[in-house]
């Protein structure tokens, strides 16, 4: 067997297993878990990586360094377009936070943009996606722990504080005034390192957050919530995930980050 046959080998299989629990926290939840989109993070991992995944069936990848999503999102491209193959169905998540000299790359190169965190970012985003003529589904990202090394809006009182609350809706509102991009849903982080209830916790008043924008801006369909990396997908999924964002599950520790 060759490397490459043996790389698609070991994603394949650490793929079934993740997959496979999806399934299990879905049913635990009584959800579809067809309603939950694996975001695969290859992130610090060579286009090699990337051409694995995709040959094992994974379509959707996630990136939290703009250059690395665009130059990844171009290689791709490139091999299907020599083997006769088409990119069209593949899917590119920018989920990490935002330098704003690097909004150019994002509204050019990603489909979805997980970690809107700053209303300066969404202004410039919007520039250039009216200038692309693209529009760019985001997700805003909140802070729900407080954790000041986290990004994210305030959110870590928003049920008791109702001056963070209006501000988190005014966020949205104004997101979602701007052309080109459209705010989907909620992006959260748990605490690091935090006991499973924690977590749990989290999650779930994120999901209650989306609930309470929807309801406040019903002009706005707000339908994602991004939860869950490797070691807390379950929580994100039993607690409403759509989006679960997964990287050492499915490739192994990376070597830096
Ligand atoms: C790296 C990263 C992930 C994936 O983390 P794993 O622990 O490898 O699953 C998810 N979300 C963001 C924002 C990341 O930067």
Same mark, same amino acid.
């Given at each position: 067997?060759?490397n490459i046959d043996q790389l698609e080998t070991s994603?394949?299989?650490?793929?079934?297993?993740?997959?496979?629990?999806?399934?299990?926290?879905?049913?635990?939840?009584?959800?579809?878990? *067809? @309603?939950?989109?694996l975001v695969a993070v290859t992130k610090t991992w060579? %286009?090699? #990586? $990337? =051409?694995?995944?995709? /040959?094992?069936?994974?379509?959707?990848?996630?990136?939290?360094?703009?250059?690395?999503?665009?130059?990844?999102?171009?290689?791709?491209?490139?091999?299907?377009?020599?083997?006769?193959?088409?990119?069209?169905?593949?899917?590119?998540?920018?989920?990490?936070?935002?330098?704003?000299?690097?909004?150019?790359?994002?509204?050019?190169?990603?489909?979805?943009?997980?970690?809107?965190?700053?209303?300066?970012?969404?202004?410039?985003?919007?520039?250039?996606?009216?200038?692309?003529?693209?529009?760019?589904?985001?997700?805003?990202?909140?802070?729900?722990s407080g954790e000041a090394s986290k990004s994210g809006?305030? *959110? @870590?009182?928003?049920?008791?504080?109702?001056?963070?609350?209006?501000? %988190?809706? #005014? $966020? =949205?509102?104004?997101? /979602?005034?701007?052309?080109?991009?459209?705010?989907?849903?909620?992006?959260?982080?748990?605490?690091?390192?935090?006991?499973?209830?924690?977590?749990?916790?989290?999650?779930?008043?994120?999901?209650?957050?989306?609930?309470?924008?929807?309801?406040?801006?019903?002009?706005?369909?707000?339908?994602?919530?991004?939860?869950?990396?490797?070691?807390?997908?379950?929580?994100?999924?039993?607690?409403?995930?759509?989006?679960?964002?997964?990287?050492?599950?499915?490739?192994?520790?990376?070597?830096?980050?």
């Amino acid at each position: 067997m060759g490397n490459i046959d043996q790389l698609e080998t070991s994603i394949a299989d650490r793929l079934a297993a993740v997959q496979t629990r999806i399934d299990a926290a879905a049913a635990r939840a009584g959800r579809d878990s *067809a @309603e939950i989109t694996l975001v695969a993070v290859t992130k610090t991992w060579p %286009l090699e #990586t $990337v =051409l694995a995944a995709y /040959a094992v069936g994974l379509r959707h990848f996630g990136e939290n360094r703009a250059e690395e999503m665009a130059q990844k999102r171009v290689g791709l491209a490139a091999e299907m377009a020599a083997s006769g193959e088409d990119a069209a169905d593949v899917v590119w998540h920018q989920i990490g936070t935002l330098q704003s000299r690097k909004t150019g790359i994002v509204a050019e190169s990603a489909d979805y943009f997980h970690a809107l965190d700053r209303i300066k970012i969404a202004n410039r985003l919007s520039k250039t996606l009216v200038d692309l003529g693209r529009e760019l589904p985001v997700l805003i990202e909140v802070n729900l722990s407080g954790e000041a090394s986290k990004s994210g809006f305030k *959110a @870590e009182n928003w049920e008791q504080d109702a001056t963070q609350r209006e501000a %988190l809706r #005014t $966020v =949205l509102q104004t997101a /979602a005034d701007l052309p080109g991009i459209r705010p989907v849903g909620l992006m959260t982080m748990a605490p690091w390192g935090a006991p499973e209830d924690e977590i749990r916790r989290v999650f779930a008043r994120c999901r209650e957050l989306k609930n309470w924008l929807s309801e406040a801006q019903p002009d706005v369909a707000l339908t994602e919530l991004s939860m869950g990396m490797t070691n807390d997908f379950e929580l994100g999924i039993e607690e409403g995930a759509t989006l679960v964002r997964i990287g050492r599950a499915l490739f192994g520790e990376r070597q830096r980050h």
